[in-house]
């Protein structure tokens, strides 16, 4: 009973993955891969620069504002005013 599941099984991946191996592609599968390659050509170049933007931000604005965070809750910094609700979070 075994030897059929594995059997059933063996012959369904081969139906599916290993159908197309040594044959010539069809039309859908040839529209199919240029259509891919046509988004990973409109895309990538995107994508690689979109990094840039992402680390001027964290360098710019997030890291200045959580190093004067940091030093804010830690003391080093004191704020010029007071209010008990902050002064609570804080300590």
């Known amino acids: 009973m075994d030897d059929s599941d594995s059997e059933e099984n063996k012959t369904l991946f081969d139906r599916v993955f ?3 191996i ?19 050509d409109r ?4 994508s690689r620069s979109s990094g ?4 001027k931000v964290m360098f710019i604005w ?9 030093f804010v809750a830690s003391g ?9 609700l902050l002064d609570d979070l804080i300590m």
């Open 18 to 20: 290993l159908r197309t």
């Open 22 to 40: 040594g044959k010539t592609e069809g039309s859908a599968e040839k529209k199919l891969r240029e259509a891919g390659e046509w988004i990973l």
């Open 43 to 46: 895309t990538e170049g995107a």
């Open 52 to 55: 840039d933007k992402i680390l």
């Open 62 to 70: 997030i890291l200045p504002l959580w190093i004067l965070s940091f």
């Open 76 to 84: 080093f910094i004191e704020l010029p005013f007071s209010t008990p």
